[in-house]
C-alpha cells in the first residue's frame, strides 16, 4: 500500500510536471509507441497492483472475522447470485418510465437491488429444504 501511495504522490504529479514543462500533446500518454506512454502505462500497472495489494493486507488484518450479520450475508451469498438478475430486471422495468438522468436510476436502482436480492434470498432460506440448495 506504501508502494501505491508513494506512486500516487510523487511520481503522478513528476509526470504530469514533465508533460507540462515539455507541453506534450494528451494523445502522447495514451499510447502511440512513445516514451510517455510507456512511462504512464507502467506507473498504472505498478499502482495498480500494489493498490490491490495493499488493500488485500488491510482486509485480511480487519475485516477477516464472521460476526451475526456477515454469517447471514455470507450464507445468502449463492442465492443473491443466482437471484439477482430478476430482482435488477424487475426494479430497472418498474423506473423504466421515471424521466431522470440515467446516473441517478443507476444510483436508485443498484442498492435496491442489492438489498432486494439479499432480502428475496432470506425469504427463499426460510422455506424448508430450500436452505440447503441456496
Not at 500533446?25 to 495489494?53: C, H, K, P
Not at 450464507?75 to 421515471?98: M, R
Request: proline residues 4%; glycine residues 6%.
Amino acid at each position: 500500500m506504501s508502494l501505491a501511495l508513494i506512486s500516487i504522490v510523487t511520481i503522478f504529479p513528476i509526470m504530469y510536471a514533465i508533460r507540462t514543462l515539455t507541453q506534450s500533446n494528451d494523445d502522447l500518454m495514451r499510447g502511440y509507441f512513445t516514451w510517455q506512454s510507456l512511462v504512464f502505462a507502467e506507473w498504472e500497472n505498478i499502482t495498480g497492483i500494489s493498490l490491490i495489494i495493499g488493500l488485500l493486507g488491510i482486509a485480511r488484518e480487519k475485516w477477516n472475522s464472521q460476526s451475526g450479520i456477515k454469517s447471514l450475508l455470507t450464507k445468502s451469498s449463492y442465492g443473491v447470485y443466482i437471484f439477482h438478475p430478476l430482482v435488477l430486471i424487475c426494479l430497472s422495468l418498474s423506473v423504466k418510465g421515471v424521466q431522470i438522468e440515467p446516473l441517478l436510476k443507476l444510483a436508485l436502482v443498484a442498492p435496491l437491488t442489492v438489498f432486494g436480492s439479499f432480502l428475496l434470498t432470506y425469504l427463499l432460506r426460510k422455506i424448508p429444504f430450500v436452505s440447503n440448495v441456496i
